[in-house]
């Protein structure tokens, strides 16, 4: 089945990896697109949204860490087969905990203290569930 366009919102404030993890997840769900379905390559992906290629490559990593896509050295992306609700489960916990070592892990390299993290964190996370939904910073030019 061929892949139909990605439609991007550049002014919603909603990362663009985001919208294309969203998107592809959707499709899947939908059963727009199966297991086997090829995706584009990422820079196939990215010419054609106009976005950086590396948009697009943090979308399939993380497309990847939930186990819904697989990526083939020479051969391309694939749809993997839905995971059962118990693997989707675990799958979102390794998203979740994948996500959260790199996070530490920069602030590590930046000089932060675990202290410091907690107290970011802990400000955020009070900040969200007072509804202030979390946004990814500006890109600086």
Do not use: C
Request: hydrophobic share 40%.
């Amino acid at each position: 089945m061929p892949f139909s366009p990605l439609a991007l919102d550049f002014r919603s404030g909603v990362p663009i990896y985001t919208q294309i993890v969203e998107q592809v997840q959707a499709r899947v769900m939908s059963g727009a697109l199966r297991p086997g379905d090829q995706l584009p390559t990422v820079r196939q992906l990215a010419s054609e949204l106009r976005v950086n290629f590396n948009t697009v490559a943090r979308a399939y990593r993380i497309l990847d860490e939930a186990g819904l896509i697989s990526t083939q050295q020479g051969r391309g992306t694939y749809i993997l087969e839905q995971p059962s609700p118990d693997s989707a489960v675990a799958l979102r916990h390794e998203v979740l905990a994948g996500l959260t070592r790199r996070w530490l892990a920069d602030l590590a390299r930046l000089g932060y203290t675990p202290t410091e993290a907690a107290a970011e964190a802990a400000r955020l996370i009070e900040a969200w569930q007072k509804g202030d939904a979390p946004e990814e910073p500006a890109q600086r030019p």
